[in-house]
């Protein structure tokens, strides 16, 4: 079984930055791919991020380019997201999410990730 848990979510200025955490247990824990997804008031979960968990193959989603930074530390089977120059729009409650699946690609879509970390509150005030 594996568990994802996110932390370091919490209300920020706009034009700020923040860093977020999703920390992986499992006995068996080996992801092929790592991601992060958003869930805006009101609004479906969307692609943020994703990483290749071995390699150094990224993906991002057109509206955090050049803001967002997605990394990863082996070791430790941690999963970072660092924000910046973060705007109201980016809003939503973040989930931690991995996949096991084997593709030639980072995936994207909801539907490729199989474990879900239960989220975390990111609030950008204007």
């Known amino acids: 079984q594996v568990q994802l848990v996110e932390s370091g979510g919490t209300l920020v200025e706009a034009g700020g930055s923040l860093r977020l955490s999703c920390a992986a247990s499992g006995r068996t824990f080996s992801p092929n791919s790592m991601g992060w997804f958003r869930q805006p008031p009101g609004k479906e979960r969307e692609f943020v991020a994703a990483i290749s968990w071995i390699g150094r193959s990224t993906s991002y989603a057109d509206s955090v380019k050049g803001r967002f930074t997605i990394s990863r530390d082996n070791a430790k089977n941690t999963l970072y997201l660092q924000m910046s120059k973060l705007k109201p729009e980016d809003t939503a409650v973040y989930y931690c999410?991995?996949?096991?699946?084997?593709?030639?690609?980072?995936?994207?879509?909801?539907?490729?990730?199989?474990?879900w970390g239960q989220g975390t509150q990111v609030t950008v005030s204007s």
């Open positions: 999410a991995a996949s096991v699946s084997i593709s030639m690609v980072v995936p994207t879509q909801v539907t490729d990730f199989g474990f």
